[in-house]
């Protein structure tokens, strides 16, 4: 059974920074592009980064480029997403999603983590 | 940026109703969407793949069509289970973009 379980949220103040982890398991984690979604509160889905099986290929959403930094470790079967400068508008929950294919289709998610910026 | 609109945003129906709900694109995507149901505080579950591919262990009252720019999804005859908000997800092209979501609601 395919189990993505994200950690490291929590309340952070305007400018300050956070590391999101996501934990893989039943699945070969190394085969698979893996991506970052978020949900503020009420709100819709926002794709935010996804990366490639290998790390060859990385890609971010306008709203977080050059202050977001995704990266995996396939030995420790994780996902990691660094944010830093982060603002109010970043508050939501973020979701660690398996990608499907050669593009950036996603099938499992797992159950999210939820930042919170404010002062 | 393709953009994803869905429609109805929001919706009431009845059990046993079929409901149809509707994503178009803002240009050509082939057949790279996928839907995906919400329940309020869960998890997003994937419907459909490659626009008419029903995920393993989705029950047949969900089905998935089109290509190119509009697409479908219909439910023939709604469940208890089903009133949740539906997504669309375009993955043709970078950056991958979710429609705004239809919230289907009991009648």
């Given at each position: 059974?395919?189990?993505?379980v ?47 099986s ?5 890609y971010?959403a ?31 929950v ?26 | ?17 079929r409901?149809t ?15 995906f ?17 029903l ?7 969900f ?14 005859s ?22 705004q979501?239809?919230?289907?609601e009991?009648?």
């Amino acid at each position: 059974e395919v189990q993505l379980v994200e950690s490291g949220g929590g309340l952070v103040k305007p400018g300050g920074s956070l590391r999101l982890s996501c934990a893989a398991s039943g699945f070969t984690f190394s085969s698979y592009s893996m991506n970052w979604v978020r949900q503020a509160p009420g709100k819709g889905l926002e794709w935010v980064s996804s990366i490639s099986s290998s790390s060859s290929y990385i890609y971010y959403a306008d709203s977080v480029k050059g202050r977001f930094t995704i990266s995996r470790d396939n030995a420790k079967n994780s996902l990691y997403l660094q944010m830093n400068s982060l603002r109010a508008e970043d508050t939501a929950v973020y979701y660690c999603a398996r990608g499907y294919g050669s593009g950036w289709d996603i099938d499992y998610w797992g159950q999210g983590t939820l930042v919170t910026v404010s002062s | 940026d393709i953009q994803m609109t869905q429609s109805p945003s929001a919706m009431s129906a009845s059990v046993g109703d079929r409901v149809t709900i509707t994503c178009r694109a803002s240009q050509g995507i082939s057949n790279y969407l996928a839907w995906f149901q919400q329940k309020p505080g869960k998890v997003p579950k994937r419907l459909i793949y490659a626009a008419s591919s029903l995920q393993s262990g989705v029950p047949s009252r969900f089905s998935g069509s089109g290509s190119g720019t509009e697409f479908t999804l219909t439910i023939s005859s709604l469940q208890p289970e089903d009133f949740a908000t539906y997504y669309c997800l375009q993955h043709n092209s970078y950056p991958p973009t979710f429609g705004q979501g239809t919230r289907l609601e009991i009648k």
